[in-house]
């Protein structure tokens, strides 16, 4: 395997995934950023690898990675990440999470390559990649982050939202950054769209996507555009955000900020028509 000349590195736990839907059987089935990432990165052509941790045993869950000719560095650890989503329509399907398994935690040296243009953390939740990863990795090239990956922490077996209290430390080391609408509140304390915004550009970051059931936002501080999704079913909403960013990243290695948006938009709305994965 080369250990140079990557375009997109996609950094992050793959996940056993249980579905609930207004407590209906759990449907199983294999998740993480890393997974619906990957697949939303590849139809760009370029140069991708997934570095994920997963127990051996669970092995044939890189099999999609496989057959879809996808490089995959698998670190194969005791435990497999398995989480428990659940969706409800009192809660107008907003997602609730538990965990019941976690694979540990990432280091510097779990990443062997030395060089890339794009570096993703697609963690799951706090503790999965520590903050100082992201500091090694501003040094070898750019840095993208889902937020997700600091806000999410857990709660005994359940997962909640707080504030990231290292932001205004690391923020401006990330050249793109990641949130849904209710996490950028969370992480900004503010309300509007363009108040989001404007607080995350002064903290540092270069380019901010935020996401929203009714589409996507990019922003590079000078210019903000926007694209809709299209209507969808709550079984297809998994991985909406992973898509659109892995998407968005893959693209933006080589062309504008509005065509890369257009580009994830696509992309997003083809996955959201059917649960699982993008596939061409």
């Not at 209906?24 to 990957?38: I, M, N, P």
């Not at 005791?78 to 999470?97: G, L, Q």
């Not at 030395?114 to 503790?127: D, K, Q, R, T």
């Not at 939202?161 to 949130?179: C, G, H, M, T």
Request: proline letters at 6%; a negative charge.
């Amino acid at each position: 395997m080369p250990i140079d000349n990557y375009d997109l590195i996609l950094i992050g736990n793959l996940s056993k995934d249980i579905i609930i839907i207004d407590n209906k059987s759990a449907r199983t089935s294999s998740g993480g950023s890393v997974y619906y990432g990957a697949f939303a990165a590849k139809p760009a052509g370029i140069q991708l690898l997934v570095i994920t941790k997963l127990a051996l045993q669970d092995y044939g869950m890189l099999g999609d990675f496989w057959q879809h000719a996808i490089p995959v560095l698998p670190l194969f650890c005791r435990h497999t990440t398995v989480m428990e989503d659940i969706f409800e329509k009192r809660a107008n399907y907003s997602r609730r999470s538990r965990i019941l398994s976690l694979a540990p935690p990432f280091s510097a040296e779990d990443i062997p390559v030395e060089s890339a243009n794009i570096y993703l953390i697609a963690g799951l939740l706090h503790g999965e990649i520590p903050e100082s990863l992201i500091g090694e990795l501003s040094g070898r090239g750019k840095v993208a982050v889902d937020v997700q990956a600091f806000l999410r922490r857990p709660d005994g077996p359940d997962l909640v939202q707080e504030d990231w209290r290292e932001k205004e430390i690391y923020l401006p080391l990330v050249d793109f950054f990641k949130a849904d609408l209710d996490e950028a509140k969370i992480l900004t304390g503010e309300d509007s769209l363009e108040a989001i915004l404007e607080k995350l550009h002064a903290w540092g970051v270069k380019e901010a996507m935020i996401t929203d059931n009714p589409g996507v936002t990019v922003s590079d501080g000078k210019a903000i555009l926007f694209s809709p999704f299209p209507g969808y079913t709550v079984e297809s909403r998994s991985g909406r955000g992973d898509t659109c960013f892995a998407s968005y990243l893959s693209w933006r290695t080589k062309h504008g900020l509005e065509e890369s948006l257009q580009h994830a938009a696509r992309i997003t709305s083809k996955k959201l028509r059917r649960p699982g994965p993008y596939l061409e």
